[in-house]
């Protein structure tokens, strides 16, 4: 597959099963990490052991890279089925951000952890930290295509 053939599939994607999958996929396993409790039990396996050695405030900061990577996935998604960028970018802020809300909620519910506006705040920094990465990637390839285009049409010498 040369270049202009992966830009070309980039830009005009298709529906397909993977679009549900992939975003569904991250946010049940965001809903699973929160869903853990908050101090071990004693008949916890020992990999659920290993999620309370990492510190509170690095579970804190792991908040925006997580929901960025949600965001992204979302953003792609819907770019399947949305054909502007900025439908596809709106849709993707507004689930990541009622997803980081519901993981909230959820939260509350669960022995030894609570909600916090915090998590929310790092939740939407997240998001919007997503929707910057999905534009820039989509400005590179809007380039690489401009160029690949360029390079059709004025062969080298």
């Not at 792609?76 to 802020?93: I, K, Q």
Request: hydrophobic content about 55%.
């Amino acid at each position: 597959m040369n270049l202009h053939a992966l830009v070309a599939h980039c830009v005009r994607l298709r529906p397909r099963r993977l679009h549900v999958v992939v975003p569904l996929a991250f946010v049940a396993l965001l809903y699973w990490l929160s869903s853990q409790p908050g101090t071990p039990l004693p008949d916890d396996p020992a990999f659920y052991r290993l999620l309370y050695w990492v510190p509170p405030s690095v579970q804190n900061a792991l908040h925006v890279p997580a929901y960025a990577a949600l965001t992204l996935a979302w953003r792609w998604a819907l770019g399947a089925w949305l054909r502007t960028p900025s439908a596809a970018a709106f849709g993707a802020c507004v689930i990541a951000s009622a997803c980081g809300v519901l993981d909230e909620w959820n939260q509350s519910f669960v022995p030894g952890r609570f909600a916090s506006l915090t998590d929310i705040a790092l939740d939407v920094a997240g998001v919007a930290l997503g929707i910057w990465l999905a534009a820039w990637m989509g400005s590179r390839a809007q380039t690489i295509q401009q160029q690949v285009e360029w390079i059709k049409v004025e062969p080298r010498l």
